[in-house]
């Protein structure tokens, strides 16, 4: 007598043998609109990074740069008496060239208000913000839409320079909705209410090569996922190489 496998007997009576975990696919085609809402925002799989990433060895490395270019101290976005610096260390490389910095974090939540690179939806696009000072200063190195890594919480996500703060004075540690609520979910974070303490890491990547297309992000929305994890892995895998990490 014949035993039949597992598989085979899931086959003949039509239903599929387990094969592990399956990892749902990042889209490469989203309706953004479907998505600008908080309790239907995009989750953060979809703009994670690679798990083969040395984050914590790369938050190390930022926490200890020392380069400063130009008009590069800003006060945090939650508190007015501490200020966050813009390091130049990477900026440079021939490889994964970026400026990074520590800073907290503001979760922007003001929808589809203009920002300087389209009027980005906050809780569907996860983009960053930088002082305007700053990116006035570097406007051929951070064009708009360049990759932004962030670590939080331990974690890597991405997500795409789409803003610059231009208040009076100018502050640093603002993001949108959306990745601050995949940074820190549970803390309620918006445009009032912020992760105060400055254990965040962001890195801007600079030139071209950096920049999300067309094709992959609109006026309001980011429309393949899959386009800015690939970009992203891509560009922390090249500074890792760089780093020797």
Not at 122 to 134: L, M, N, R, T
Request: hydrophobic content about 40%; charged content about 20%.
């Amino acid at each position: 007598m014949l035993v039949k496998s597992i598989a085979s007997i899931a086959a003949l009576s039509g239903i599929a043998a387990a094969a592990g975990p399956i990892r749902a696919s990042i889209p490469t085609n989203v309706d953004g609109s479907k998505y600008n809402k908080p309790n239907a925002g995009p989750p953060g799989e979809w703009f994670s990074g690679d798990s083969s990433l040395p984050v914590s060895k790369i938050a190390s490395a930022v926490s200890k740069m020392t380069k400063t270019p130009k008009d590069a101290s800003y006060i945090l976005s939650n508190d007015n008496h501490k200020k966050a610096t813009i390091h130049s260390d990477w900026a440079n490389l021939s490889k994964g060239a970026a400026y990074a910095f520590v800073a907290d974090m503001d979760g922007n939540d003001d929808g589809q208000g203009d920002t300087n690179f389209g009027a980005l939806a906050a809780y569907e696009v996860p983009f960053v913000v930088i002082p305007d000072k700053f990116a006035t200063e570097h406007q051929r190195e951070l064009s708009g839409n360049n990759l932004v890594a962030v670590i939080c919480n331990g974690k890597l996500y991405y997500g795409v320079f789409g803003d610059t703060d231009g208040d009076s004075p100018q502050e640093i540690g603002e993001a949108s909705w959306l990745m601050a609520n995949t940074c820190f979910p549970g803390e309620g974070l918006n445009g009032g209410q912020g992760h105060s303490d400055a254990d965040v890491t962001y890195i801007f990547f600079t030139g071209d090569d950096s920049v999300l297309p067309n094709s992959a992000i609109g006026k309001n929305y980011l429309t393949n996922f899959q386009a800015l994890k690939n970009l992203g892995d891509k560009l922390m895998k090249d500074l890792v190489s760089s780093l020797n990490l």
